[in-house]
């Protein structure tokens, strides 16, 4: 026999970013402007301390929840960068990656035909989570004239106020898209009308570079009904450390939980030390990081708008997000591949919201990006 | 950050970014950026452009060497005077007034051992107020000036990722 894939499984397409990989794959020397991880490695100390945990025999599981010490720094340090006040005993959830985390979420709240609306253009893995869950998803695309914010308005014409949840990710991947604590205070607002749980996946809060980055769970009412992910994997350069956190109200986070101990038991031990190490010691190695990152967003802006491509500035994470110059965004990142071995992701992998633009990640070194976007630009001509 | 401090980091990373390029990293206009370094220079703040040489990749012989000096102070003469004596010859890269069991660091550059050690013993320690000097000879260079001179972390990550 050969075994059938769930209908749950086949009803998920494979990743539109996977065929540009394997395109990518078959051609030397690319510039890849289409990664989505820091190109930096976690800060020294943090990897020492994670080497120092297993030269002391530190290889057994830890708490469901995550080690004790860790969930209390965590919510030290979300309580003094983000003013969010989560208790560590029943609040805080380790979880291996932010991708578990969301998992974990859909799962622990959906039931059959229930609706989750998602902000789209975004990241990869919200509609196959919905999906995996047994929920429905519906996109809610949001504009490039409203730089891809989430608005009440496109909340409203995609029929999200009849949805029981909501998922939205501040600083945006793909878009680099943020959001001020007043435009947040508009998706606040409709969602306490409609009765929405919303998950907030905050795991580039770090990287906002015009202004400070607000939770929408610090919203008036807003606690009791979100669910905020964040995680080591972008800001402290960990992805591949596979560490992550959920806070929300205690049921929720006993629900979570309730899954994560049946099949993860416990996010992987080693990085829960380096994570320790990393929010006691390395608030130096995030800022420069920030500073790279900020500046190679200026350089990255300045030359679309030298080569009259539009680009909203993007003001998060590490990605722009620029008009495709020709109508079809997976043609146009086919060709310039193909002709000028530089790599950038067509909107359309992160959904329909995200056509006739490209992903252009700027998580790679100055001396690549600048002779990527000059390829760039004599591609153009 | 204010824009001195941007300009001042992005020159420490990379002297050779043009004038055009600080502007568009630290998001400032061209001519700003000419008179904030001018100011800079002017002030005897950014006192130097140069670049850092991994002798070993280019079979050049560099010799160099760390020489702890200990000088006598007089009525007259302060470790000012001293250090200004000594800071002259060009065969002296850097000089530094020490805490603890000697005054001066010296760093010594030259092109093979005896010219260095000829010039420790005949031009350096024959100066009046120096009573002592210790010469450790560099034997491999790690990290000069912050940055790491092996081959550098591949980059292994995927060549596109979500
Ligand atoms: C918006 C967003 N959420 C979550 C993730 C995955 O995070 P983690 O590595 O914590 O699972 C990514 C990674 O690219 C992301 O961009």
Redesign the pocket.
């Known amino acids: 026999m050969t075994i059938e894939p769930s209908e749950r499984v086949k009803q998920v397409p494979p990743s539109g970013i996977r065929r540009f990989f394997e395109l990518a794959e078959q051609q030397e020397d690319i510039i890849s402007l289409g990664v989505?991880?820091p190109d930096f490695s976690a800060p020294w100390s943090a990897r020492e301390a994670a080497i120092a945990s297993l030269e002391a025999g530190k290889t057994s599981y830890t708490a469901n929840r995550g080690k004790l010490e860790l969930r209390e720094h965590i919510a030290a340090d979300v309580e003094q960068r983000y003013d969010l006040d989560y208790d560590p005993e029943e609040e805080v959830l380790v979880?291996?990656?932010?991708?578990?985390?969301?998992d974990l979420a859909l799962r622990a709240i959906v039931d059959p035909g229930d609706t989750v609306a998602v902000a789209q253009p975004?990241?990869v893995?919200y509609e196959p989570g919905v999906i995996f869950s047994g929920g429905d998803p519906l996109a809610v695309a949001t504009r490039r004239e409203d730089e891809f914010k989430l608005t009440r308005a496109v909340l409203e014409a995609s029929g999200a106020a009849g949805a029981d949840a909501l998922v939205m990710?501040y600083p945006?991947?793909?878009t680099g898209a943020t959001m001020t604590e007043a435009e947040l205070g508009e998706v606040a607002a409709f969602a306490r009308e409609n009765d929405l749980v919303v998950l907030s996946?905050e795991?580039?809060s770090e990287l906002s570079y015009e202004h400070e980055h607000t939770s929408i769970a610090t919203l008036p009412d807003m606690r009791e009904r979100t669910i905020v992910?964040n995680?080591?994997?972008?800001a402290y350069a960990?992805?591949g450390l596979?560490?992550?956190y959920a806070m929300g109200p205690p049921e929720v986070i006993k629900a979570m939980n309730r899954i994560h101990q049946y099949t993860m038991l416990s996010a992987p031990t080693t990085p829960q030390y380096a994570a320790i190490e990393a929010l006691e010691r390395c608030a130096d190695d995030v800022a420069e990081m920030y500073n790279q990152y900020n500046r190679r967003r200026r350089f990255v802006l300045s030359r679309f708008e030298e080569m009259g491509v539009d680009c909203f500035p993007a003001s998060g994470?590490f990605y722009a997000f620029p008009e495709s110059p020709w109508d079809d965004s997976e043609a146009f990142a086919e060709a310039l591949l193909e002709s000028e071995g530089v790599a950038v992701v067509p909107g359309t992998a992160f959904g329909d919201g995200g056509s006739g633009h490209l992903r252009v990640s700027y998580a790679t070194g100055l001396s690549d990006l600048k002779e990527a976007l000059a390829r760039f630009e004599s591609f153009l001509s | 950050m204010d824009s001195r401090d941007e300009l001042l980091e992005l020159l420490r990373e990379n002297a050779r970014y043009s004038t055009a390029e600080l502007a568009r990293l630290a998001d400032m206009e061209e001519a700003h950026v000419e008179e904030v370094i001018a100011d800079l220079e002017a002030a005897g703040a950014l006192r130097g452009y140069q670049a850092i040489v991994d002798w070993d990749e280019l079979d050049r012989e560099r010799v160099r060497a760390m020489v702890e000096l200990n000088v006598t102070l007089d009525r007259e003469t302060s470790y000012g005077d001293i250090a200004d004596r000594i800071a002259k010859f060009p065969e002296v890269t850097a000089l530094r007034l020490m805490s603890g069991d000697y005054d001066f660091l010296m760093e010594v550059e030259g092109d093979s051992m005896s010219e260095v050690s000829w010039f420790i013993s005949e031009k350096v320690a024959p100066i009046p107020e120096i009573t002592q000097t210790v010469t450790h000879y560099v034997m491999d260079a790690y990290k000069e000036n912050g940055i790491e001179f092996g081959d550098g972390e591949e980059d292994d990550r995927l060549s596109i990722?979500?």
């Open positions: 989505g991880e979880t291996t990656g932010v991708s578990e985390g969301v975004a990241y893995s990710n945006n991947n793909p996946d795991v580039y992910f995680g080591f994997s972008k960990m992805t596979r560490l992550g994470a | 990722s979500p």
